[in-house]
């Protein structure tokens, strides 16, 4: 069974890091591209990174290029969302995705499983 597992999220002032982690069962990560998507209040799902399982390649939205790194860790079968210099705006629930293809896409409708979300919220 297939099945993604995110944790990490909190609360946190801004300017400071959070680190997301997604952890992946039921597959292998050289097989898929992992995306890590959010969704704040009132607004459309967003993607914000993804990462390829088959070569390491990575893409980022413009708003958190230079703020924020994807990474991998095939030992654990686990991918990470290091989030820096975060800002009020990078509040959202936080959901990452496999998708089976061999591309990097930000777009959630290539993707055809998800994790339940956590929750991060930038806040003073």
């Known amino acids: 069974q297939v099945q993604l597992v995110e944790s990490g999220g909190g609360l946190v002032q801004p300017g400071g890091s959070l680190r997301l982690s997604c952890a992946a069962s039921?597959?292998?990560?050289?097989?898929?591209?992992i995306g890590w998507f959010r969704q704040a209040p009132g607004k459309e799902r967003e993607g914000v990174s993804c990462?390829?399982?088959?070569?390491?390649?990575?893409t980022y939205t413009f708003s958190v290029r230079g703020r924020f790194t994807i990474s991998r860790d095939y030992a654990s079968n686990t991918v990470y969302l290091q989030m820096n210099s975060l800002t009020p705006e990078d509040t959202a629930v936080y959901y990452c995705?496999?998708?089976?293809?061999?591309?990097?896409?930000?777009?959630?409708?290539?993707?055809?499983?998800w994790g339940q979300g956590t929750l991060v919220t930038v806040s003073s």
């Open positions: 990462i390829s399982g088959r070569n390491g390649g990575t």
């Open positions: 039921g597959f292998s990560l050289d097989d898929s591209v």
């Open positions: 995705a496999t998708a089976r293809i061999w591309w990097l896409s930000l777009a959630s409708a290539e993707y055809n499983t």
